[in-house]
């Protein structure tokens, strides 16, 4: 098909080439009618033998109908579709930052892996749900908001390629993309265990920098996969929690159910992981209910001469007898050093901490207050934050040995019912006092902001849209509650009761806009009259509430919604 740049289809002036493949070309188009930038996508009608084509063009218009229907927030929308000149195209919302084919390609925290794939499983699970299939998810589909969101194209878009019934399309080609297609899909068994496979292959590439398997050839791709065991992911990333490798290598069965049966239970599994991270699950060989059958077969295989050897060939056997020694003494120090990824630890004080993993995040909104602008990138090394804001009884602990001064009101401190509710009446001196007491700090903003809503600029440290399952606030229940009374409050990290309960005093004085020239660690303004608050409490309204709003007030004030929590950088 010719360049259609300058051109105009229906209503839509083609203004660039974003993309082009064996089977479509996408562009940036201008919608003339309701006047904002959108995204063709134009299927070559060469892809289909002339005897199909019409058969071909009645099934887009069904599809296209279907897929107009689906609404969800990571699912890239469907406007309009129709065709043009023998080829049917689809209109879509046009997202400018890029596909994660491009963010990809190093290994990154699989913690931030599993983040960045939450968003994308909960799209594909919304449409399971409706009894669509994707058949083709890639990173050159997931598709990036211009903060970061993940957002998922081409739903349905591979059925178009095949016939009613068969494997293959007209052109020959298996449907899909090779090193993301589950081993079923070749043979036309697709359900939604395949979209499955495809996000634990995104996966496994995000946490380890490869993919499962590559080949010179579609063919060769699949005789690997039913042939060969996957490279266990710990022999590339040694420091990758077991109970991860697990989910990975389950996700990754060639045998569909041998996978979770649903995208519910894949969700549902990463949550447990992220929020759970700290439990260490061991894989022991013959245990079934830990592994499926073909994946103790892999782990068998993995001693093996033909399994695949890791990244590190340490060949001991052919060292002299001292650099063996010297080797293995490396190898044992090597391992017996504390994990980096241990998602969670214990003070001094035995208040448990969950990390916060280097990178970078969005901080800021342009949806709210004037304060919460510019949005910007943020650099942060990693850091621990406190799983629960401080409460009554740890606060008592650092009154009783002399360090800390007792609230300004004991209404609730005195209270044994209220022991393991968040401590209030505190202002910012008390609190930056408990911190440095138990030999922590005071977050930044810019570490409680990251830790609330993780690398995804979510609204809310769940996701979007809030009620009382979640969190603590106006109209709920009128009062402060325990420290783990919301399990739906979790943030990315694991960390409890970041939107709601009380506010949180944090390290900064006060700006009226955030300071985008800091990116790397920020600390803030220097000076100020006042300093600031995050969260929201128990008494306001939803929007403040926000992972990004702020609050600016005296350090010297109190209030019976204003608590804390503490960071720390780090046994």
Request: with cysteine; hydrophobic share 35%.
């Amino acid at each position: 098909m010719e360049n259609l740049i300058g051109q105009h289809i229906d209503r839509y002036k083609i203004l660039d080439l974003l993309g082009q493949g064996g089977m479509a070309t996408v562009y940036k188009a201008y919608d003339t009618r309701l006047e904002r930038e959108v995204a063709v996508k134009v299927i070559r009608h060469e892809a289909f033998p002339p005897e199909v084509l019409n058969d071909a063009l009645k099934r887009f218009e069904r599809e296209a109908k279907s897929l107009a229907r689906l609404s969800h927030p990571n699912i890239v929308k469907v406007l309009d579709y129709g065709e043009f000149e023998g080829s049917p195209f689809l209109v879509m919302e046009y997202l400018p930052g890029g596909t994660l084919k491009q963010r990809i390609g190093e290994p990154m925290s699989w913690q931030d892996a599993m983040h960045l794939i939450l968003p994308v499983a909960r799209g594909v699970e919304y449409a399971h749900n409706r009894e669509i299939i994707h058949r083709d998810i890639k990173p050159s589909n997931i598709l990036l908001a211009e903060h970061g969101m993940p957002t998922l194209s081409d739903f349905g878009i591979a059925k178009l390629f095949q016939n009613e019934g068969a494997a293959l399309t007209a052109s020959g080609m298996a449907m899909g993309t090779p090193e993301y297609m589950a081993p079923e899909q070749w043979t036309g068994k697709t359900g939604p265990q395949a979209d499955m496979y495809s996000l634990g292959v995104i996966l496994y590439e995000m946490v380890t920098g490869r993919r499962p398997y590559t080949a010179d050839t579609p063919g060769g791709v699949f005789l690997m996969q039913v042939t060969e065991p996957v490279l266990f992911p710990r022999e590339i990333v040694p420091h990758l929690p077991e109970s991860v490798e697990r989910f990975l290598l389950k996700v990754l069965s060639r045998e569909p159910a041998n996978r979770y049966a649903s995208l519910t239970e894949f969700i549902k599994e990463i949550e447990n992981l992220l929020s759970n991270a700290e439990t260490k699950i061991p894989i022991r060989m013959g245990d079934s209910a830990a592994e499926s059958p073909d994946q103790l077969s892999d782990k068998k295989d993995a001693s093996s001469s033909t399994r695949k050897l890791p990244p590190f060939n340490w060949k001991i056997a052919t060292l002299g007898g001292v650099a063996a020694v010297v080797v293995i003494a490396l190898v044992i120090a090597f391992m017996m050093r504390p994990d980096p990824l241990a998602a969670e630890i214990t003070d001094s004080q035995n208040a448990q901490m969950v990390l916060v993993p280097e990178g970078d995040f969005v901080m800021g909104s342009d949806n709210g207050d004037d304060d919460e602008r510019p949005v910007h990138t943020v650099y942060l090394d990693e850091f621990y934050i406190d799983k629960y804001e401080v409460t009554n009884s740890d606060y008592k602990i650092c009154v009783t040995d002399g360090n800390c001064k007792p609230p300004q009101d004991v209404t609730n401190y005195d209270n044994p019912e209220y022991k393991d509710h968040p401590v209030v009446y505190v202002d910012w001196e008390m609190a930056n006092t408990y911190c440095e007491w138990r030999d922590a700090q005071l977050p930044t903003e810019a570490q409680w902001e990251k830790a609330a809503r993780g690398i995804d600029a979510r609204t809310y440290p769940w996701g979007e849209g809030i009620d009382c399952n979640q969190a603590n606030y106006l109209n709920c229940v009128g009062d402060t509650q325990p420290f783990n009374n919301y399990a739906g409050s979790l943030s990315p990290y694991g960390a409890y009761n970041m939107a709601g309960n009380v506010w949180e005093w944090v390290a900064d004085w006060y700006s009226p806009t955030y300071d985008a020239s800091e990116t790397d660690n920020p600390s803030g303004a220097d000076t100020g009259d006042r300093r600031v608050l995050r969260g929201g409490g128990w008494n306001q309204h939803e929007y403040l509430l926000r992972t990004s709003a702020r609050l600016g007030v005296k350090p010297t004030d109190v209030f019976l919604s204003f608590g804390f929590r503490c960071a720390s950088d780090g046994p």
